[in-house]
């Protein structure tokens, strides 16, 4: 079955750019079927949706995010990728990724497992 | 501040039906029919328990209901168990091309 895997530094400097890859696994991230997105929790908080990528590379973001986020898709390796720019203490935070139902932002049905990252001098 | 709006708690016993709140605008939850509900343990990835505001994922109890009013959404458990006490979500798409969650709402069975 379809499986997602987080993976990247645990530990960002502030001003540094964090960069995490999600490894798709059990199926292809070339579906044309579906979109992929990034999520993150700070500790003890709710959940926040920072952007979505379909297999062709079209991007949505969130708006307060918009300024600092990229996005990409590397289909040779089943693999999306998030990098966030100038990060301060309030990034710190699990960060998620996970598979929409469909070719729009509808809901995630296949989430990651997530990974903590600190951000921390 | 999170764009849709859910209540900070709600508890029942065993047994008993439970209703969770999500209200947004006519931007989101009033204008699309995709509200989605999450259950989320404590350090567990989130669950989908309800898409398409009423819609349940194979394996997902039937005690879960989703519905919509309106600009709010709501979440229905019933015959509430042990195990669902958790953390709940919603979500909804945006005319923005976004997607918005809830502040989530913790779910105590007492």
């Known amino acids: 079955q379809l499986q997602l895997q987080e993976s990247g530094p645990g530990l960002v400097k502030p001003s540094e750019t964090l960069s995490l890859t999600c490894t798709v696994s059990g199926g292809s991230i070339s579906s044309s079927s579906y979109y992929w997105g990034w999520i993150r929790q700070p500790p003890g908080k709710g959940l926040e949706w920072i952007g979505s990528?379909?297999?062709?590379?079209?991007?949505y973001y969130n708006p307060s995010l918009k300024s600092r986020v990229t996005i990409s898709v590397d289909t040779s390796k089943n693999q999306f990728s998030l990098k966030l720019s100038s990060v301060t203490a309030a990034d710190t935070a699990v960060y998620y990724c996970?598979?929409?139902?469909?070719?729009?932002?509808?809901?995630?049905?296949?989430w990651g497992q997530g990974t903590m990252v600190t951000v921390s001098s | 501040q999170s764009a849709l709006t859910q209540p900070a708690s709600v508890s029942g016993s065993p047994g008993q039906s439970i209703t969770i709140s999500c209200t947004g605008t006519?931007?989101?939850?009033?204008?699309?029919?995709?509200v989605s509900w999450y259950q989320q343990h404590p350090g567990k990835a989130p669950k989908l328990m309800i898409y398409?505001?009423?819609n349940r994922p194979s394996g997902v109890s039937n005690r879960f209901s989703g519905s919509k009013s309106g600009n709010t959404a709501s979440l229905t458990i019933s015959g509430l168990q042990a195990e669902d006490e958790a953390d709940y979500y919603c979500s909804s798409y945006t005319s923005s091309s976004t997607l918005a969650f809830g502040g989530g709402t913790k779910l105590t069975v007492l």
């Open positions: 990528i379909y297999y062709s590379g079209s991007t």
């Open positions: 996970a598979r929409h139902m469909s070719t729009t932002l509808r809901a995630f049905d296949i």
């Open positions: 006519s931007s989101d939850v009033g204008g699309y029919n995709y």
């Open positions: 398409d505001v009423s």
